[in-house]
């Protein structure tokens, strides 16, 4: 299996991460009952482990095969993200190349199914524990982040040596691709440049796909919890932006009656908008209320390192990217909905104007009338 020059992972962890919405952006109830308040309100910060099940994953890659230890968890983010984290203990000789192509080709298998197969099994279940009974839209999309960590491995190199040998292959699997494209020499250096690691001798080499780990004995579960907490936070405004999206089609229909209807405050279109207004508002104070704290490095966490690597997740991930773009279309939304009023007062002001002069000119000609 070993092929002279190639990175061989003689003892390493692959820990893939998939985050996915299970439905409870705004309301905790449920949450509470399931996981307890007391547990909350001491991690309200960090991801709440709620499930630890044990398994087998095989690696596959062309002919070669290897068959692996799996622990699996189940990560509760109180804001309505959760993350099914599989950790597969690789003690066996493999290639590095190897397992990136398993990864890409779907060819890691716990438990009998393809990671695919198995992770919508796993996210199905714990959805149901969160929300037992209800029909609830979630949504489609799963946010996917790979960590390699490197225990054993040969030719035995420290980071720099890594860095200067390996560079292509370690920027592949933090690019999350396989292709045989070129890649610049300035893409590998921005890739191995992003280490968050505490000391010179380790490595924690992050992207928007995956984090390459040497070393970091003991401090790898923290930066784990917040590298958790950073991708938990980007779904979590892509979901936002989401609902807020069906929520702006509602409010443009709404606008299109204002402009074709003299009697539009007459109509449903007014409360249907503010009925967008609402939950798009109920959203807003979400992340004014919790969101902004958690995003905030100093209320997270004190130590000043953790704040540095935690700041650097999110600038990496593009959270604020994501943050920015939602609350654009709250503001939005809401100077829409001001517009919206202040059309329907005019047209308001315009019937009651129209009625004064109808009642004026009734008691006119009515005593014309009367006197007939």
């Known amino acids: 299996m070993d092929a002279a020059g190639d990175l061989t992972i003689l003892n390493g962890k692959l820990t893939i991460l998939l985050a996915f919405g299970h439905g409870g952006e705004l309301d905790k109830t449920q949450l509470k009952k399931f996981i307890g308040t007391e547990v909350i309100a001491e991690r309200w910060n960090k991801p709440i482990e709620v499930e630890q099940a044990e398994g087998v994953a095989v690696i596959v890659a062309g002919s070669e095969k290897i068959t692996c230890s799996a622990n699996i968890y189940t990560d509760v983010f109180i804001a309505g993200v959760s993350i099914l984290r599989t950790e597969i203990e690789i003690r066996d000789r493999m290639l590095f ?3 990136l192509v ?3 080709s779907n060819t890691i298998i716990i438990e009998g199914l393809d990671f695919q197969s198995f992770a919508n099994t ?11 009974g209800k029909k609830i839209s979630y949504y489609p999309n799963l946010k996917r982040y790979t960590l390699l960590r490197l225990r054993e491995f040969t030719p035995r190199l420290d980071q720099k040596g890594l860095k ?3 560079g292509e292959i370690i920027t592949r699997f933090l690019s999350g691709e ?7 020499s300035k893409e590998i250096t921005e890739k191995l440049a992003n ?16 984090v390459f780990i040497l070393g970091c004995e003991d401090y790898i579960k923290d930066l784990r919890e917040l590298l958790e907490l950073a991708i938990t936070l980007l779904l979590l405004f892509q979901i936002y932006d989401h609902k807020i999206d069906s929520e702006i089609g509602n409010a443009f229909d709404a606008i299109k009656k204002l402009s074709s209807s003299r009697y539009y405050f007459l109509t449903q279109a007014p409360r249907k908008l503010e ?9 807003g104070l979400v992340i004014l209320d919790e969101i902004e704290d958690i995003m905030n490095p100093h209320k997270v966490t004190q130590d000043w390192y953790y704040q540095s690597a935690y700041q650097k997740m999110l600038n990496t991930l593009k959270v604020w990217d994501f943050e920015k773009v939602v609350q654009h279309k709250i503001d939005s939304l809401q100077d829409l909905y001001t517009t919206a009023r202040e059309l329907s007062s005019q047209q308001l002001a315009m019937l009651l104007e129209v009625t004064v002069v109808i009642l004026i000119l009734w008691e006119v000609i009515r005593p014309a009338f009367v006197g007939g």
């Not at 280490?195 to 995956?210: H, I, M, N, R």
């Not at 009925?275 to 959203?283: A, D, F, N, Q, T």
């Open 164 to 166: 200067e040998q390996y």
């Open 275 to 283: 009925k967008s207004l609402l939950k798009v508002s109920e959203i």
């Open 102 to 104: 398993a990864l890409h």
């Open 122 to 132: 796993k996210i199905n279940e714990i959805r149901e524990k969160l929300n037992p």
């Open 195 to 210: 280490d968050l690691s505490y000391y010179d001798e380790d490595l924690f080499l992050a992207s928007t796909e995956g």
């Open 178 to 184: 396989t292709s045989i494209r070129a890649l610049h």
């Open 97 to 99: 190349n190897d397992i």
